[in-house]
């Protein structure tokens, strides 16, 4: 039983995509159901972020397509994206945060309720004032986080969102996508850190070299990485 | 608070740059501007008649020309010629005397060409030729320049054939053509007014005057307001009715630079049209 | 200092420079008055067009754009002499816009120098802003904003660095002689400005006292860009 406006279930079919020549994804098949979050990991250089991209719009696949099988009929309203380095209006914290609400068409009420939710989401309510780019590296990306999700978005895509930050931002971060999770945010994320993959998981996706080598739940996928390469990396050797 | 700021600012813009006056637009030249004489005269003629003289002051060959484009009430300049010429093509008229000054030879001190003292300007030009002595011409279809061209010619002359070397045109105003000269101890031909207003003389110094033919013509015309019908005819020819009557033609000649005078009003009854 | 005889000239100059200004001379007044409106009114106008274009051409891809981009370079070398014959031509009673009146007066001065400085605020906004869309593009993406919603984003959030660039534009406005000159006339007491002032008084061999509305015409240029610097700072703290 889906929600009437649910973009869920997501679907790539034989995802390709080239830059300048190069192929880098190699035909990806990958199917994405509501739940717990989605963990897109492997090696530098695999087309994690170039997969991520393509499921949320953001580039167009040389070839093969990207459905979203939910009845939803624009599912683009439904999903939003973290980068790894947040890119922040020149703007305060609150704009920020106001600026795609308002781009959604939400009334002013409606933005300010939702910020200010938003705000306290991420611990950053006393902030909300300051110059957005003012703040440290793990603020700025927990208000990027904020402003996500504020649009309460049915998917979240999220690129390495802690590759940048300490422990002690990282942690921050974690707990909020963990509170995202819970309240029903299906979350897809790429990460190098497999710590933070085994903390976060319901399933893995494993990008090898342009190929999706598994999609397993992350329970099975670490306990018995079903090809060489995923036990490798698992191992912490270098593989490519 | 950046915002209110900007708002202002663009409030403002659209004010207007001036308040509506009445006002008549007079082509002339610079020897009149930059003599100080209309500083002198005109604000006797806005006092008596409430109407604001705007001058654009140029050479009289181009303020003829903005005459003929209508982009001027009246045009007042010095080039008989080129005035008849431009009252017989109907874009003016009639045209009428209204003072005369003096044109002067300006030249170095060391007088490489000998000719200081001199009130014979054919047998000065001449000799400046022969010297092949540096001489700065207008060179801009001015009313000045044409007058030198014509004293060249009474000398039998012919300056052209020394352009490039000792005969340099520069194609500017009187001002730039005596800092020219100035500058590069050189002769040249300046009515005496700018003479006597000009700041900047180093070694220059008077070197030719008094001769009759130094004389220069002053005329006024109304430009054609069946051609343009937006000239201000009215206003403008009481502009003209006013600089060759008897009050015009005092507050020209009560105009001194160190207590000599520039302009020799002699105006007349305006010219048939030939 | 007998043996350089151009130092008289210029403490001369320097010393016309202060009386003038000390003395309060009426005539200086209204001749600065008209140079600040019509060069700040002439930036105003060839922002409204400038910014937005140069935004314009910062985000969009369209065939032909880098022919914009060339012609709009080129155009900053614009020669104001020809910008004031164009203007004088079109403006002329002769001329196809001449029932408007407008030779010969500070609209005419306005409209020239706007011409001027059009292609330059749009070709530095351009570059400008370029490299903020660099930074900005996939994220707006992502918030589903187009590139026509991306301009007024951009101008926003450029407004301090675009600042400095409508200054660049009064500077070159208010230093501009030629066009002024030709479409204004420099009919004393309505169209004289600072610089044909300036060539006047030069022209008359008056070098001191040229010199000294120079210095005068440096003071105020100085003091437009001070004051807007200091704003800019202000707003910079506390806009970030």
Not at chain 1, 155 to 171: G, M, Y
Not at chain 2, 37 to 50: A, M, N, S, V
Not at chain 3, 115 to 133: F, G, K, Y
Request: net charge positive; proline share 6%.
């Amino acid at each position: 039983m889906r929600a009437p406006e649910a973009i869920l279930p997501l679907r790539a079919e034989g995802l390709r995509f080239s830059a300048g020549g190069v192929g880098v994804l190699q035909g990806i098949d990958l199917a994405i159901e509501a739940g717990r979050p989605t963990l897109v990991i492997g090696p530098n250089g695999a087309g994690k972020s170039v997969l991520l991209r393509l499921l949320h719009g953001l580039l167009a696949p040389t070839s093969g397509r990207v459905a979203w099988d939910g009845p939803a009929p624009d599912p683009r309203r439904h999903q939003a994206m973290v980068f790894q380095r947040p890119v922040l209006l020149r703007r305060s914290v609150l704009a920020n945060l106001r600026y795609p609400l308002a781009l959604a068409g939400l009334d002013r009420a409606e933005q300010d309720a939702r910020a200010a939710e938003a705000l306290a989401l991420v611990g950053l309510a006393p902030l909300a004032d300051r110059p957005a780019r003012r703040l440290s590296g793990g603020e700025q990306q927990r208000l990027a986080l904020a402003r996500a999700a504020a649009l309460r978005p049915e998917v979240l895509f999220l690129d390495e969102p802690c590759a940048s930050l300490d422990p002690a931002a990282t942690r921050a971060v974690e707990e909020t996508l963990q509170a995202l999770a819970a309240r029903g945010t299906k979350l897809v994320m790429t990460t190098h850190d497999l710590g933070q993959a085994r903390r976060l998981a319901g399933d893995i996706a494993f990008l090898h070299r342009g190929r999706l080598l598994e999609h397993a739940p992350a329970a099975r996928f670490f306990a018995s990485p079903a090809t060489a390469e995923a036990a490798a990396f698992l191992r912490g050797e270098l593989v490519w | 608070m950046l915002r209110r700021l900007l708002l202002l600012a663009l409030l403002a813009l659209p004010l207007p740059l001036a308040a509506q006056e009445r006002s008549i637009t007079v082509a002339s030249t610079t020897s009149t501007e930059q003599s100080g004489l209309f500083g002198h005269i005109l604000p006797i003629f806005t006092r008596e008649t409430g109407i604001a003289v705007r001058v654009v002051a140029l050479g009289t060959g181009q303020a003829l020309d903005v005459g003929r484009r209508g982009d001027a009430d009246v045009v007042f300049v010095h080039d008989r010629v080129a005035e008849q010429r431009f009252v017989a093509e109907g874009h003016g008229g009639p045209r009428q005397h209204v003072m005369l000054n003096d044109f002067v030879l300006v030249g170095p001190a060391d007088d490489p060409a000998g000719i200081a003292g001199s009130r014979d300007t054919a047998a000065a030009l001449q000799r400046i030729a022969a010297a092949r002595a540096p001489f700065i011409s207008r060179g801009d279809r001015s009313g000045t320049h044409a007058a030198e061209l014509r004293l060249w010619q009474q000398a039998g002359v012919d300056p052209t054939a020394g352009r490039g070397a000792w005969y340099r045109e520069i194609g500017q105003g009187m001002g730039p053509t005596l800092n020219t000269a100035a500058a590069q101890g050189a002769y040249a031909m300046t009515d005496r007014g700018t003479w006597l207003a000009f700041r900047n003389r180093q070694g220059l110094r008077v070197v030719v005057e008094g001769d009759a033919r130094l004389f220069n013509q002053y005329g006024v015309m109304l430009v054609n307001p069946q051609r343009h019908s937006h000239v201000k005819q009215a206003d403008g020819q009481r502009f003209i009715d006013w600089i060759v009557s008897p009050a015009g033609q005092a507050a020209i000649a009560s105009y001194r630079i160190n207590g000599e005078q520039l302009f020799f009003p002699n105006a007349t009854q305006p010219e048939p049209v030939s | 200092m007998a043996s350089l005889p151009g130092m008289n000239d210029l403490t001369s100059a320097l010393g016309q420079a202060l009386g003038l200004v000390a003395g309060g001379d009426a005539a200086l007044g209204h001749i600065v008055l008209l140079s600040l409106r019509v060069s700040l009114t002439a930036v105003g106008l060839a922002a409204l067009v400038g910014l937005p274009l140069g935004a314009l051409l910062a985000v969009a891809r369209f065939p032909g754009r880098g022919g914009v981009v060339v012609a709009l370079n080129a155009l900053m070398g614009l020669p104001p002499v020809v910008a004031g014959l164009l203007i004088y031509i079109l403006l002329s009673r002769s001329g196809p816009l001449g029932s408007l009146g407008l030779l010969f007066t500070p609209t005419a001065m306005v409209i020239a120098q706007a011409l001027l400085i059009a292609p330059i605020l749009a070709a530095l906004t351009r570059q400008v802003l370029e490299a903020m869309w660099e930074e900005y593009a996939e994220q707006l993406r992502s918030f589903g904003a187009g590139p026509w919603r991306a301009v007024p984003t951009l101008l926003w959030d450029g407004r301090f660095a675009l600042l400095t660039v409508l200054l660049a534009g009064f500077g070159r406005a208010s230093a501009e002689v030629g066009a002024v000159m030709i479409v204004g006339g420099n009919i004393e007491g309505f169209t004289r400005v600072m610089t044909t002032a300036i060539a006047l008084e030069t022209s008359k061999g008056d070098l001191p006292l040229a010199l000294a509305l120079g210095l005068v015409l440096m003071a105020i240029v100085l003091t437009v860009n001070a004051l807007a610097q200091g704003l800019r700072d202000l707003a910079a703290r506390q806009a970030g």
